[in-house]
Structures are given as C-alpha cells and as structure tokens.
C-alpha cells in the first residue's frame, strides 16, 4: 500500500512562498512519473504538475508555469513543488499523485490526505 506523505502546506500571503514534500512510503519516486494535483473547495480535482520516471522531464499546468517548480530527491525518495507567487487561487488541497509515464494524465493508482495551501490577498 502506497502512503504518499504530503507535507509543506500552510497559510501564506499572496506573493509568499511554500514548498510541498512528497516521501511516499510503498513507492520509489525514479521508477514512476508523479507529481502533484489539487483540489479547491467547490471545484474538480486538476493536475498542477508532473516530473517523468525515465528523463526528468517537467510538465506543468498553464496556471502555474512560472511560479512552480517541481524536482526530485532520489536519495530521499522525495518530490517536491516548490510554489512562489502565490496567489489567491492557488488555494487548494495538493495531492502528491501518480501520474502516467508521459506525464499526460495524473492516476488515481493511489492518494493520499493530502496538505493544505491557503492564501490570503
């Protein structure tokens, strides 16, 4: 069973900075394409971004290119989403998420609780 252990999330004000952490338990973050997805209240679940298992390579929803930056820590088996600027509507519970190779499609192969982001204008 696939533990994702979100953490990171907090209450920041808009222009402020927060970076998620991902260290999944059951789950070798090099092997797999993951990222991260969202959640606000109200709204469907969305993708945010994704790095790939076999070339690092990135992929990133139109609303945060720029301001995210998403990377991975094989010796920790940790992903991480590092956010700046944030803004109001970046409010959300992140997910970190599997995702298909290409980073196409996130999955719901496993999930977790996921950490709150709150940001105040």
Not at 49 to 55: E, F, K, L, N
Not at 62 to 69: A, I, L, P
């Amino acid at each position: 069973e696939v533990q994702p252990m979100e953490s990171g999330g907090g209450l920041v004000q808009a222009g402020g900075s927060l970076r998620l952490s991902c260290a999944p338990s059951g789950f070798t973050v090099v092997e797999s394409s993951v990222g991260w997805t969202r959640q606000a209240p109200g709204k469907e679940r969305e993708g945010v971004s994704c790095i790939s298992d076999s070339d690092n390579n990135t992929n990133y929803a139109d609303f945060v290119k720029g301001r995210f930056t998403i990377s991975r820590d094989v010796a920790k088996n940790t992903v991480y989403l590092q956010m700046n600027n944030l803004k109001p509507e970046d409010t959300a519970v992140y997910y970190c998420t599997p995702w298909t190779d290409d980073c196409t499609h996130w999955t719901e192969d496993w999930w977790g609780q996921g950490t709150q982001v709150s940001v105040s204008s």
